[in-house]
């Protein structure tokens, strides 16, 4: 069984508007995490004081990181097909859905599952189904949140102890069910193949 669980941190709550400062993905092999693409990204923008309250993180940590627009591509080839996951997946999925068509770059192509929805059908009558909340009740070993490498590797521990609880321990159900539990419309990434760039004639 193989995945991708991601997460992102923002300088807010506005896809297209606001900006990505972090990127997080985890790619689990069989339950096991197998490797991981995780970096700051430079905004280009000064971070809100009360996003990074959220995250912790400041403008000077992002002075020199990659923009998003190079990052686009790499993060593509590392998620590959494989499904990806992530907690309130449309937040996320909505903010590099907006940088990919802004620079009609390369996108991964695995359908996007949304484990919140799917621990509410899963994990009825919890107090609230936040990540932490969600982490903290089925025991998954847990420190910082609100950084996306750590928060994307408890998403998919979380999807993990979630199929078990379904009766698919090791193994992966039919997407279209796993889709349907989330309660959600189907969320892949725009496959976009570059239009070459048009002259014109007086700007030559």
């Not at 506005?14 to 990505?20: A, F, S």
């Not at 982490?135 to 521990?157: M, T």
């Not at 979380?158 to 698919?168: A, C, D, Q, S, T």
């Amino acid at each position: 069984m193989r995945f991708v669980a991601f997460d992102l941190e923002t300088t807010g709550f506005l896809p297209g508007v606001d900006k990505i400062v972090e990127i997080g993905a985890v790619k689990f092999v069989n339950g096991k995490v197998e490797s991981v693409f995780s970096t700051l990204v430079d905004p280009q923008t000064s971070m809100p004081p009360q996003a990074s309250k959220v995250n912790g993180i400041t403008d000077d940590m992002l002075v020199g990181k990659p923009k998003v627009s190079t990052l686009l591509e790499p993060l593509a080839n590392f998620c590959e097909d494989l499904p990806m996951v992530a907690h309130n997946a449309n937040f996320d999925a909505q903010f590099l859905k907006a940088d990919i068509e802004k620079y009609e770059a390369k996108a991964p192509m695995g359908v996007v599952l949304d484990t919140f929805g799917m621990a509410k059908k899963v994990l009825p009558g919890m107090a609230n189904y936040k990540l932490g909340t969600l982490v903290q009740h089925l025991n998954i070993p847990a420190a910082v949140f609100h950084r996306a490498e750590d928060d994307a590797i408890y998403c998919g521990k979380l999807f993990i102890k979630l199929l078990e609880k379904m009766g698919h321990a090791g193994t992966m159900p039919p997407l279209d069910n796993l889709i349907a539990l989330s309660g959600k419309n189907e969320i892949r990434f725009p496959q976009i193949i570059p239009q070459p760039k048009q002259f014109d004639l007086f700007d030559v």
